[in-house]
């Protein structure tokens, strides 16, 4: 029987998805997480406790372990696993993407370099350092021009991530910024980046990578503008309708910044913005599509986006790899504004809507909430799947107005970094 060991952080969503996607593949499973609490559910006398903090020390462990155990592949399951799932797999002598591809996923900074080096169209871009202040932060910001996107470079999910309209609002959003990251544990002296601000519809690509070559698997539209002050989003809906011309731009985008990263192996999920005919790469993650996103999509008879990527880790081939046929669409359910969560009403109305598959909450009554950019998670997610995408995306908006998030106003203490993004901001949301 195959085994495949997953790199569980404590923060994700994804654990039950791939644990159900390994059954289903008829694979044994060892679970690596960092918290002895992650390990539920999983078989008894497979899991280990890991140091996700120390990759190399992380890696050691899970060779140890091997040794009882052998393994047919290593896979991270969310952003915090990716660099020691890629040590142990180096290791091991499974394919794995280098550690130093795996750095430049989670580092803006590092990426926007590679990029750059490689003539990969993206942003243009300048990093702020932490000593900078006024007049020197205008300066500087004055090489990508306005509006410009102020954001840390190893957070996700939009959380820290604020436009700028012009020189005299750019120190007080800087300020806010450092403030926002510093909350979420940023170390102090790591610099933030100023990108100049893309304007047009911007996509989320799902793909997987099998020895350097893009497989894509969706292509998900963001009907809702995303053009700040902050950047939350809400509906994805697959596939695209824009032209097909600025679809293929983007994934040849995708394809090139994926080289030009050094990514070779396993999934992907970038973000990319259309304009003027050209693709330009906001982002890239050697990871699936964040949260429980990966829920909107199907392929073949049935297979999970967690079955595609266990399988080709594990070198199982599936017979039927297409995606659905009908249309679909998550719909990330907004925090309107901060406060305690007393609960969302609604929920048997909005899956009474036509279309709508399923609703899930993620966020348990009397807990503190904050939307971006001081916080990174959504309240929940509502599916759909219907003929056309316009009908999934009509029925997700429907089904989001029929829900009442109710919030207490009252002031609370300030949430802690895992109260506003649940430990890591990439768990929040469909972003990277």
């Known amino acids: ?33 960092e918290e002895a609490h992650v390990l539920a559910g999983a078989e008894a006398g497979r899991t280990m406790v890991v140091d996700f903090e120390n990759p190399v020390a992380g890696a050691a462990a899970i060779v140890d372990h091997e040794a009882h155990f052998p393994l047919d592949a290593v896979v991270a399951v969310d952003d915090r696993g990716t660099l020691l799932a890629a040590e142990a797999a180096r290791r091991l002598g499974l394919p794995h993407n280098p550690a130093e591809a795996i750095r430049a996923t989670r580092d803006k900074r590092l990426m926007r370099k590679r990029l750059e080096a490689a003539e990969v169209p993206q942003p243009a871009y300048v990093e702020l350092p932490p000593t900078a202040e006024g007049d020197e932060l205008v300066r500087l910001a004055a090489k990508v021009g306005y509006p410009c996107v102020v954001k840390p470079a190893t957070l996700s999910a939009s959380l820290g991530v604020l436009r700028v309209d012009d020189p005299a609002s750019l120190p007080a959003t800087v300020w806010r910024v450092r403030r926002i990251a510093g909350t979420a544990g940023v170390p102090d002296g790591e610099s933030l980046l100023a990108e100049s601000f893309v304007p047009g519809p911007e996509l989320a690509v799902e793909a997987l990578l099998d020895r350097g070559r893009l497989e894509p698997l969706a292509i998900f539209d963001k009907p809702d503008p995303l053009d700040g002050p902050a950047f939350e989003e809400t509906i994805y809906v697959t596939p695209s309708r824009l032209a097909a011309g600025d679809q293929q731009a983007a994934l040849s985008a995708v394809e090139s910044a ?21 693709a330009l790469v906001i982002e890239v993650a050697a990871r699936t599509i964040g949260g429980l996103c990966g829920r909107a999509l199907a392929f073949g008879t049935g297979h999970s986006l967690e079955e595609l990527v266990l399988a080709q880790a594990l070198g199982v081939s599936l017979t039927d790899r297409r995606p659905d046929a009908r249309s679909s669409g998550v719909l990330m359910i907004p925090i309107p504004r901060a406060g305690t969560l ?45 003929r056309r995408p316009q009908q999934v995306e009509k029925a997700l908006r429907t089904a ?3 829900l009442d998030v109710q919030i207490d106003p009252t002031p609370a203490p300030p949430a802690t970094p895992t109260e506003t993004t649940g430990a890591s901001a990439s768990t929040g949301g469909c972003r990277s």
């Open 258 to 278: 994926t080289r030009a990263l050094g990514l070779g192996e396993g999934p992907v999920h970038a973000e990319v913005r259309v304009s003027g005919g050209r």
């Open 400 to 402: 989001g107005a029929l």
């Open 1 to 33: 029987m195959a085994r495949v060991l997953l790199v569980v952080p404590s923060s994700t969503y994804k654990v039950a998805d791939f644990l159900g996607a390994a059954r289903q593949l008829g694979a044994d499973v060892v679970v690596a997480g």
């Open 342 to 386: 007393r609960g969302v009403e609604g929920r048997q109305a909005a899956l009474a809507v036509p279309g709508v598959t399923a609703l899930d909450i993620t966020i348990a009554p009397g807990r503190r909430l904050a939307p971006p950019p001081e916080g990174g998670r959504y309240l929940g997610f509502v599916f759909a799947r219907a």
